[in-house]
Every structure is written in C-alpha cells, then in structure tokens.
C-alpha cells in the first residue's frame, strides 16, 4: 500500500525560504512523485515531479522551487525560495506509478495529507 506523508510546512516572511518533506512507502522501482498545491477557492495547481532520472516544473515556479530526492530515505524535497504571499496554500504531494512530466491531478493515484504554508509578514 502507497503512503505518503509532507511535513516542513509553516509560516514565512515573504523573500523567505522553506523546504517540505515528503516521505513514502510502498513504491516499486518505477515512480513519479509531484508536487502540487490549493490556495483558498483555487484548484489545485501542479508544480513539480520528479521521476527516477528527470525533474520538471511549472512555469509558474521554476527558477525558485528546487525538488529533490534521497532515496536512501525515501524521501522527496521541495525546496521553496523568494516566497511570495501569493505562494500561500496547502502543499501536497503525489504519486503515481508510472514515469510521467504530466503535473495534472488525474495523472497521480496516490495523495498525502498536505502540510499548510503561509506567506505573510
């Protein structure tokens, strides 16, 4: 069964950094985990995935949000740069079975809890 869990969410300045975590369990060799988020009365965006040898972002964060993994731990990062109040949202992150670019929601099976960032002075 596919678990995944986020955590590093919370408040920060705008220009501010931060990174989430996203930890998961029962995946195979072939994989794609994204990164996505809702802000209030938005849908959710797709950001970033990565698969075992690419990465891939959306336009609307490349140049200030950096995903990576250690697979030693099972784990991927979002590392966040140049915060800015509109990048205020519940961050999730995704997978889905297969080696995928797309950052839709339809394509990932496999969703965590989401961890709450705010961007405010």
């Known amino acids: 069964q596919v678990r995944l869990a986020e955590s590093g969410g919370g408040s920060v300045q705008p220009g501010g950094s931060l990174t989430l975590s996203c930890t998961a369990s029962?995946?195979?060799?072939?994989?794609?985990i994204g990164w996505f988020r809702q802000a209030p009365g938005k849908g959710r965006e797709g950001l970033s995935c990565?698969?075992?040898?690419?990465?891939y972002y959306a336009d609307s964060v490349k140049g200030r949000f950096t995903m990576s993994r250690d697979n030693a731990k099972n784990t991927v990062y979002l590392h966040m740069n140049s915060l800015k109040p509109d990048d205020t949202a519940v961050y999730y992150c995704?997978?889905?079975?297969?080696?995928?670019?797309?950052?839709?929601?339809?394509?990932?099976?496999?969703w965590g809890q989401g961890t709450q960032v705010t961007v405010s002075s």
């Open positions: 029962g995946l195979s060799s072939d994989y794609t």
């Open positions: 990565i698969t075992s040898g690419n990465t």
């Open positions: 995704a997978a889905t079975l297969t080696n995928t670019r797309y950052l839709k929601t339809v394509a990932y099976n496999y």
